[in-house]
């Protein structure tokens, strides 16, 4: 079965929100480039913090092809395992100024 494809018996049938997420949890797993524009809604963050993140010099690199934006999904693993790496006190630091 594809990422796009859903079973409507699977296990997350009744909870759209996980069935959400489990897709998003597929696209992450077998992507090979994203938009850029995706990136929060695949992260369950919100789209305006990565763009805040990227503007500050802390997001993930990004390519353009014309006036679109991809992240490579090595660049995007990469990316999160910094976040990863962060202390959790001064991962609210950075989300707070992310956000203000």
Not at 4 to 32: K, Q, S, W, Y
Not at 58 to 87: C, M, Q, Y
């Amino acid at each position: 079965m594809s990422p796009t494809e859903r079973d409507d018996d699977g296990p997350h049938a009744e909870n759209p929100l996980a069935a959400e997420r489990v897709r998003a949890m597929e696209i992450l797993a077998t992507g090979l480039v994203f938009p850029f524009g995706d990136l929060g809604p695949l992260l369950d963050l919100p789209q305006s913090t990565v763009e805040e993140l990227t503007r500050q010099g802390k997001g993930p690199r990004f390519f353009r092809i014309g006036r679109r934006r991809f992240v490579h999904r090595n660049e995007l693993h990469s990316w999160l395992d910094t976040l990863a790496a962060v202390p959790q006190d001064r991962r609210r630091k950075l989300h707070k100024t992310a956000t203000q």
